[in-house]
């Protein structure tokens, strides 16, 4: 799965511009899916008949868009003021390298140098105003034959393995989750799946309720990633889980109350299998699950997610071996939910 993840995470897909990311899930999912279609936000909805036939009965999601920026205006000196796709650390930004719309147009993220601050200045973050995307033009004209304001950018990061295990680039939130469902679609399913690779989720999960209110499930299962706080900065009360560790078991964020029945069930199937987890000691963030379940008369959810260092930043650091026992604990739920359809539970 590592490579497929590494190719995903290389493809541009910021929000409302999934369109490279979605056509790469589609090639690779056609060969296994019973049905595909591309609903109006643009959801991905594939579906693949088990050998239990339950068309409602479960769905699992995973967003295809990563953060990122959107070019509002272009300065008479050639630079280009933007404002951020999705929640972004304007700290975290300054000198990072983007490409910018269609032709993928290289730039940098710009700031003037501490050496022509003031003490003020250097002490607070700066605003977005105050950022700009030098993409080497010599004025506004020469930036508007490439360039065009409502264009998107997007990070560049190196897909990268280093240290004890571990892996950074850009978009891992949340192409771990799309790669653990392509990798699903390759195998015999013991029971109907529809799999929800929805869009928009880092701009308010839009896609996502779409998505639910047309599968109807009974039951989903989000997989994503969450805030591994183990770092120096945090202080040890604080770090609410840990790269390295597991699979994350959500049991409640800022959005969610997750299936109480469903992360017993997650936590049950993790340990007769003997997959290490964890669960989130801190009530905080929110993904798809909160859209999906508000849909309709409501869904019963789950959500299992890798623990990941620097989220919606330039790089972002999590576990292979986390990656690979989210798709072991994914593989062994949809096993346990088939044979609660056939209990009839």
Not at 312 to 335: G, K, M, Q, W, Y
């Amino acid at each position: 799965m590592l490579n497929l993840l590494k190719e995903l995470c290389l493809l541009d897909g910021v929000s409302g511009n999934e369109d490279a990311v979605r056509d790469y899930i589609a090639e690779r999912a056609k060969p296994y899916a019973t049905t595909m279609r591309v609903d109006a936000i643009g959801n991905l909805i594939v579906f693949k008949k088990g050998a239990v036939s339950a068309p409602n009965a479960l769905m699992l999601a995973a967003h295809t868009d990563e953060v990122g920026v959107m070019v509002t205006h272009i300065t008479e000196q050639g630079y280009l003021k933007f404002d951020f796709v999705g929640g972004i650390d304007r700290r975290v930004v300054i000198g990072k390298p983007v490409t910018v719309g269609e032709k993928k147009i290289p730039g940098v993220i710009g700031l003037k140098a501490i050496h022509m601050t003031t003490k003020a200045e250097r002490e607070k973050s700066p605003k977005v105003d105050e950022l700009y995307i030098d993409i080497g033009a010599k004025d506004k004209a020469e930036a508007e034959k490439v360039v065009s304001v409502g264009d998107y950018g997007a990070f560049v990061s190196d897909a990268v393995e280093f240290g004890a295990g571990m892996l950074k680039a850009k978009a891992i939130d949340d192409r771990l989750g799309c790669a653990v469902m392509l990798k699903l679609l390759e195998e015999e399913l013991p029971m109907d799946v529809t799999f929800a690779f929805t869009a928009q989720e880092e701009v308010g999960t839009r896609g996502a309720f779409g998505a639910a209110f047309s599968v109807r499930p009974e039951v989903a299962l989000v997989l994503e990633t969450t805030t591994a706080a183990d770092i120096p900065s945090v202080d040890k009360a604080k770090q609410v889980c840990f790269a390295g560790k597991g699979p994350v078991i959500l049991q409640i964020d800022s959005s969610t109350i997750y299936d109480r029945a469903l992360f017993e069930e997650l936590r049950s199937v993790a340990e007769t299998n003997a997959i290490p987890w964890q669960t989130k000691e801190l009530i905080a963030g929110g993904n798809d699950a909160k859209a999906i379940q508000r849909t309709r008369e409501g869904v019963r959810v789950c959500a299992v997610s890798a623990a990941a260092r620097y989220l919606h930043a330039p790089s972002t650091v999590v576990s292979v071996a986390d990656c690979e026992n989210i798709l072991r604990l994914a593989r062994h739920f949809i096993h346990s939910r088939a044979k609660a359809v056939e209990g009839g539970n």
